[in-house]
């Protein structure tokens, strides 16, 4: 097993923090695809795995709902998906998406958090070859299934990395690839638990506990600001 499987475990070990934190981030994924494709699920994959994925993190019905009608609701035009990249405390590289309808708040919001945590905002994609972009799928495993001949199958859409952990099949691909591959899964009964676009970090920083609670504060204020959906980095 490679790179994503030990990105998996570490992930594993952390989830998305506590649930609150969770549903939050669920929620503006979640307005992020219905502006870009619309609020029917049917015709919207993005939105339809998303939704998937609410499910399987137990979020309530009704705070989806809620997160459907905020994008509905909102000028679409004025909403933006920007990526900012940072150094963090230790020599930690940082890339955060973000969704905002005011850039200007939002960099600066951004710049403040990453120098209150021993940071520096940095210039946008001059983190881009520390990650990889990818899409990830968490799909049940049914009884009766050969690895091996699935692997094969999907080897046609280019996936990077497939296997089982526990009850589950993990798959990674190039984040492009995530429309055929939910279309094969979806048309031979797969049940899709979650669905995320992820930078998986070439290589990870090791660091020490005390080292790792900078970083972890850093994260923290980032994550709390409104207008980020999602922080990666390659602390391990």
């Not at 790179?3 to 570490?10: D, G, I, L, T």
């Not at 955060?96 to 919001?109: I, L, W």
């Amino acid at each position: 097993m490679g790179r994503a499987f030990e990105y998996r475990k570490a992930r594993k070990l952390k989830r998305w923090g506590h649930m609150a934190r969770t549903f939050t981030k669920i929620g503006k994924e979640i307005e992020l695809a219905v502006l870009a494709g619309g609020p029917d699920p049917s015709s919207n994959l993005r939105l339809r795995l998303l939704m998937a994925t609410a499910k399987s993190e137990s979020m309530p019905k009704e705070n989806v709902e809620r997160a459907i009608k905020r994008a509905t609701e909102k000028d679409k035009s004025a909403y933006k998906e920007v990526v900012y990249d940072g150094k963090g405390p230790h020599g930690t590289a940082f890339v955060v998406e973000t969704a905002t309808d005011n850039p200007t708040r939002t960099v600066a919001n951004l710049r403040a958090a990453f120098v209150r945590g021993k940071g520096e905002l940095g210039t946008m994609g001059m983190n881009d070859f520390l990650f990889e972009r990818k899409c990830s799928f968490v799909v049940a495993y049914k009884e009766g299934i050969d690895m091996d001949e699935l692997e094969l199958e999907l080897i046609d859409y280019d996936i990077d990395e497939i296997f089982r952990d526990e009850d589950e099949i993990m798959i990674y691909a190039d984040f492009k690839n995530y429309g055929p591959i939910s279309k094969y899964l979806e048309d031979h009964g797969f049940e899709i638990k979650s669905f995320k676009f992820e930078r998986i970090p070439l290589t990870m920083r090791e660091l020490s506990p005390e080292e790792q609670e900078d970083v972890n504060g850093l994260i923290e204020r980032l994550e709390n600001d409104d207008d980020v959906v999602n922080v990666f980095h390659n602390m391990a």
